[in-house]
Nanobody, 127 residues
């Protein structure tokens, strides 16, 4: 069992930055692919970034490419999402997710493939 705790959300003006953290407890994240998802009111949950177990295999959603950076520190059991140049359309609840995998170089961008989810952290970007 893995417990994920998301943090770092808040209110920021357009153009600003936030850094989200996802801290895991219960088991090491070394065998888990990780993802960051977001869900805005009335919209489906979408993957903004995903990272493989090794850290070098990364996916970004088209809407965040060049602005968001996902990273992980397996020694600290933590995954990060650095969000720069934030836009009002980035406003959503952000969730981290973990999927156990034997494939070190694989990331996953489908929400239904993930095994564990954080509680979510609200990000609000004002114009």
């Amino acid at each position: 069992q893995v417990e994920l705790v998301d943090s770092g959300g808040g209110l920021v003006q357009a153009g600003g930055s936030l850094r989200l953290s996802c801290a895991a407890s219960g088991r090491t994240l070394s065998n888990y692919a990780m993802g960051w998802f977001r869900q805005a009111p009335g919209k489906e949950r979408e993957c903004v970034a995903a990272i493989g177990w090794r850290g070098g295999d990364i996916y970004y959603g088209d809407s965040v490419k060049g602005r968001f950076t996902i990273s992980r520190d397996n020694a600290k059991n933590t995954v990060y999402l650095q969000m720069n140049s934030l836009k009002p359309e980035d406003t959503a609840v952000y969730y981290c997710a973990a999927k156990i995998t034997s494939y070190a170089g694989t990331y996953y961008y489908r929400a239904d493939l993930y095994d564990y989810w954080g509680q979510g952290t609200q990000v609000t970007v004002s114009s």
